[in-house]
């Protein structure tokens, strides 16, 4: 028997799919450990805010979304408090800061997308040549 929309999302409230958890102002962002993979997963607090998840569901909000909405409802103190985090970059120096992102960029390539670098938007896999 299939499950229900309400039982999959249920499955990932406030589980450890739902990793890396963070808060900046109304936003929520987190990995989640997919059934076909790691997925980034972003969502509003607010409900109607704008979401986005890189699993391939064709289903939006995808499961995910809606978890990640809901975990923050049922668990808040779950979420690291980002603008906390980036507050302690303020006092350092562009040097720092350019040697930071040198390290950021080692350890996870795709953060040069979010840094605004096109050569490395993600691609859609599911699009042929």
Known sequence: MSRSR???VAAYVDSPA???RIR???DLACEVSGSL???QTRASVRQRG???CTCPSEIVPCKHVDALR???KVRPTSFVEAERLLAKFAPRSKEQ???QIRTATLASPSIL???GLVEFEEADEFLDD
């Open 6 to 8: 309400s039982d999959r």
């Open 113 to 115: 997308s979010a840094l």
């Open 97 to 99: 800061m350019v040697a």
């Open 18 to 20: 739902l990793a890396k």
């Open 24 to 26: 900046l102002g109304p």
């Open 50 to 52: 704008e979401s986005s």
């Open 70 to 72: 809901e975990t923050y």
């Open 37 to 39: 993979g790691i997925y």
